[in-house]
């Protein structure tokens, strides 16, 4: 391996040949050094049952496992017969062991209020809201879907239903209408716990009106918990509709946590997958617990006096795993901050650092790459001197995003993660470990504990070094996903069916002669749009439903700053016209903002094969100006792409 020099020019960026050493002031005093890595690493391949056995008996467990592992392809069960319970291990440990003084959450508004929860006050306010749940007749194993601004109610909530065995499905913020809706019915939620309105860019948004047209849809639903954070005027129903504030200041400050089973389910969260429906995704308790407890202790080289800020929102799967549970799991304080990172201007973020001394930050390539646009000087303007380790996560950083990251952000003294994972695999699988490692800007580096990865053709075939290929995981770990919730058949075919014996990631990745692996991209209709997963599908169905548009094939197309954006091709319903503004507001209205396509281009017709198979392909080729590439004479019409390519987006 070489070192060089980190500002030498761009291009050798972009061929990747850099490695970055862990500045040796890190590195001197790192949790991990290479040689343990190493050894563990190993040990976690050889020894599994010894080495899950060791990590998982530094957490509380009401009841002994007796089995490590029960696999049963594609079924893994993990600390078989074990019972624990999450929130206990992330708030009741601390306090019993004194840390009860210490800040859990420091929150933040956009409009620069603050508030600060300490690990016996977040537990007193759990309690409460357990004690809640349970009172609105909340049983363990019932789902309770969560509607909230990041907020430290959405923690609270969550770590609420952990204690008593509920299922929580966490909807984001952004989402609409109809998907709230889907997601409550496709749990079957009884509860769904809100706010009157959340705050983005000054503007109340108001979630309980968007919850209150969604219960008219949802049958399963019998209350509605209403966290009062804007103070503005909501409709209320009575019967339903009970207020947060109100029935956690009634409710009793005493609540044991429940003794759940290992398996018992802890959530389920909802992504995008190359079919139409968004797909619920069910994590259990003990290997969760085990695998965020782990990951967010080693990758991010934690330790008591870190102030720990992952930027995501806890309506995605990093929300869940490190803004939440795992920090809390190792008695981190937390940075949680509601709000644009624009506002009031670029400098927000910094100045958020700066004042709550931040040593670890976490977040998107997307928002870094945002941030690199608005120049150097900015940040600069900051004491970001309390940073000691910076993190990337959701979608491949460009080496000249990692590069501005490492320079500007960190002051070429905080070494960079760069950790790929997915909401299924709960925990991170491939990293570099911040002390033990070089980093290669561009490639997140090697698997964790107990991960096996392998890169493979279609057919199996496992491929050598530099190959391009499929990215596979070849067994199971305690933080996958358990199921799909009510369709184990589509978690056996997705995940499990693609390639025999293997979890298939849906990632194309190639690694390196040391083991480095650089995730390229989605290979199905996924997209990954600002780090955030749409279905191709999804956004196709809300445009068709559209009464103006007959067809719509939606791609990515590559974008600077949002590493893609959505193009969508629509076809007219004869007697119509189409309205863009019209479109991108009903795809609003039926799936969230972030599905809103970018370009909308009107088309007569659209590349088809003879059997009616829309060429994607081609499409994608069109949307980011390409030449057109490849075979075309499968096509009905091959005229078509040309004239595609001739017209203007909208
Ligand atoms: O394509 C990969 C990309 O994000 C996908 C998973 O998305 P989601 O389930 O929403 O979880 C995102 C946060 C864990 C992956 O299939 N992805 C995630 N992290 C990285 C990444 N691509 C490249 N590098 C990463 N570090």
Redesign the pocket.
Same mark, same amino acid.
């Given at each position: 391996m070489t070192h060089t020099n980190p500002h030498d020019h761009i291009d050798a960026m972009l061929h990747e040949t850099r490695v970055i050493a862990p500045p040796e002031a890190f590195r001197a005093r790192a949790r991990v050094t290479r040689e343990e890595y190493d050894r563990r690493y190993r040990q976690s391949l050889d020894e599994p049952d010894v080495f899950w056995s060791e990590v998982a008996s530094e957490l509380h467990w009401m009841s002994p496992w007796s089995q490590v592992l029960d696999w049963q392809e594609p079924h893994a069960r993990w600390f078989v017969g074990g019972q624990t319970n999450m929130a206990y291990n992330a708030l009741d440990r601390h306090v019993a062991a004194g840390l009860g003084d210490k800040r859990a959450i420091v929150w933040e508004a956009e409009d620069g209020e603050t508030r600060t929860l300490t690990y016996a006050g977040l537990l007193r306010e759990v309690k409460q809201a357990a004690n809640v749940l349970l009172k609105l007749g909340v049983q363990a194993g019932d789902r309770v879907t969560l509607y909230l601004p990041l907020i430290p109610e959405a923690a609270i909530a969550m770590l609420a239903c952990a204690r008593i065995g509920a299922v929580h499905s966490v909807v984001f913020g952004g989402f609409s209408v109809s998907a709230l809706a889907d997601r409550i019915n496709d749990a079957q939620s009884k509860v769904l716990i809100t706010a009157d309105a959340g705050y983005r860019r000054g503007q109340a948004v108001g979630l309980k009106k968007n919850a209150d047209e969604a219960a008219r849809q949802t049958p399963s639903l019998e209350h509605m918990l209403v966290v009062r954070r804007a103070g503005c005027e909501v409709e209320w129903q009575p019967q339903r509709d009970v207020w947060w504030h109100e029935a956690l200041e009634q409710a009793g400050g005493e609540h044991a946590a429940a003794p759940l089973d290992s398996e018992h389910p802890l959530f389920i969260l909802y =992504?995008s997958g190359s079919t139409g429906k968004p797909k619920g995704v069910q994590h259990t308790t003990g290997g969760y617990m085990v695998g965020t407890y782990l990951t967010t202790g080693e990758v991010f080289d934690l330790r008591d006096e870190d102030v720990f800020w992952c930027t995501?929102d806890v309506g995605?799967? =990093?929300g869940h795993s490190y803004s939440v549970y795992g920090p809390l799991l190792n008695g981190a304080t937390i940075v949680m901050y509601e709000g644009a990172p624009n506002q009031p201007d670029w400098g927000r973020f910094w100045q958020i650092i700066e004042k709550h001394r931040v040593s670890i930050l976490y977040t998107a390539?997307t928002a870094i790459r945002a941030f690199m646009q608005h120049g150097d000087e900015i940040p600069g303007r900051y004491d970001l001197s309390s940073l000691r380790l910076l993190g990337?996560?959701? #979608?491949?950083?460009n080496p000249e995003a990692w590069m501005w990251y490492w320079r500007v952000i960190g002051g070429e003294r905080c070494p960079v993660v760069?950790?790929?994972?997915?909401? #299924? =695999?709960g925990a991170i699988m491939?990293?570099t470990l911040p002390g033990a490692h070089p980093s290669k800007p561009g490639s997140?580096g090697l698997p964790m504990y107990g991960v096996e990865p392998a890169l493979m053709t279609r057919d199996g075939q496992e491929l050598g070094p530099d190959e391009g290929g499929l990215l596979v995981i070849k067994r199971p770990w305690p933080s996958m996903l358990r199921t799909i919730y009510g369709d184990d058949e589509r978690y056996r075919k997705s995940y499990w069916g693609e390639i025999p014996g293997v979890y298939f990631?849906?990632?194309g990745a190639r690694r390196d002669v040391d083991g480095y692996v650089t995730?390229v991209?989605?290979v199905d209709d996924?997209l990954?749009v600002s780090?955030?997963?749409l279905g191709t599908m999804e956004i196709e169905s809300a445009l068709v439903s559209h009464p103006s548009v007959a067809e719509a094939a939606v791609v990515g197309k590559p974008d600077p700053v949002k590493g893609e954006s959505v193009v969508a091709f629509v076809l007219v319903q004869d007697g119509f016209e189409v309205d863009p503004a019209e479109l991108r507001a009903h795809v609003s209205r039926e799936i969230g903002a972030l599905a809103r396509p970018d370009a909308i281009i009107i088309s007569s017709a659209l590349p088809k094969t003879r059997s009616g198979k829309i060429m994607r392909r081609f499409l994608r080729q069109i949307a980011a100006g390409k030449a057109i590439e490849g075979d075309t004479s499968t096509l009905e019409d091959p005229g078509v792409l040309e004239r595609l390519a001739a017209t203007p987006p909208v």
């Open positions: =992504t995501a995605w799967v =990093t390539p990337s996560v959701g #979608e491949p950083i760069d950790t790929w994972w997915q909401t #299924e =695999t491939l990293t997140a990631a849906g990632d995730i991209g989605r996924v990954n780090g955030h997963r």
